[in-house]
């Protein structure tokens, strides 16, 4: 909520001992936009001290982008570390699973020898792609790892007492 506001010129102590003749406000386009001060406000010293202006602005693309991004992560959260036992858990779980898929894609390799691409597309159909899942696990293992070493040295550097 983004409010502005104008003093009224003589509108303090002078201004009740010798009300202003004319009106300190102008008269614009703005009749549309106007709102009705609340009770609060003009306990205030709204429309007596002070009176409300309305606002206008245009935001351009890389603001908008900008303004888009205040709800993501900080980019402080990225380097923060997992407990080591949590990273060997999911690290040994990842190269399991990685494994047992590299057997699979070895096994695929082999049945897709001497076969079209027709027949290829056919017998695969509804299947696991193996090197799929593989290439997602390397990546998700080498980011997690890079992340821990890097969270770690920084850590190391930033903290150690010398």
């Known amino acids: 909520m983004i409010d502005a506001f104008r003093m009224i010129p003589d509108g303090g102590m002078l201004g009740m001992l010798m009300p202003s003749t004319s009106?300190?406000?102008?008269?614009?386009?703005?009749?549309?936009?106007?709102k009705r001060p609340t009770i609060q406000a003009q306990i205030h010293g709204l429309n007596r001290y002070y009176?409300?202006?309305?606002?206008?602005?245009?935001?351009?693309?890389?603001?908008e982008q900008m303004l888009m991004n205040l709800h993501k992560k900080a980019w402080a959260t990225g380097l923060l570390l997992k407990?080591?036992?949590?990273?060997?858990a999911?690290?040994?779980?990842?190269?399991?699973?990685?494994?047992?898929?590299?057997?699979a894609y070895t096994e695929r390799v082999?049945?897709?020898?001497?076969?079209?691409?027709?027949?290829?597309?056919?017998?695969n159909v509804g299947k696991v792609d193996?090197?799929?899942?593989?290439e997602t696990g390397v990546e998700e293992l080498m980011s997690?790892?890079?992340?821990?070493?890097?969270?770690t040295m920084l850590s190391t550097v930033i903290f150690s007492t010398a």
Not at 145 to 151: A, D, N, P
Request: net charge negative.
């Open 90 to 103: 999911a690290a040994e779980s990842t190269l399991a699973d990685m494994a047992r898929l590299s057997k």
């Open 83 to 88: 407990k080591f036992e949590e990273h060997r």
């Open 51 to 63: 009176y409300s202006l309305v606002l206008d602005w245009r935001k351009n693309e890389l603001e």
């Open 130 to 134: 193996p090197r799929k899942h593989l």
């Open 23 to 34: 009106e300190p406000r102008q008269t614009t386009s703005n009749v549309g936009f106007l």
């Open 144 to 151: 997690s790892s890079i992340i821990q070493c890097l969270g």
């Open 110 to 123: 082999r049945e897709e020898e001497g076969k079209t691409p027709e027949e290829v597309e056919v017998l």
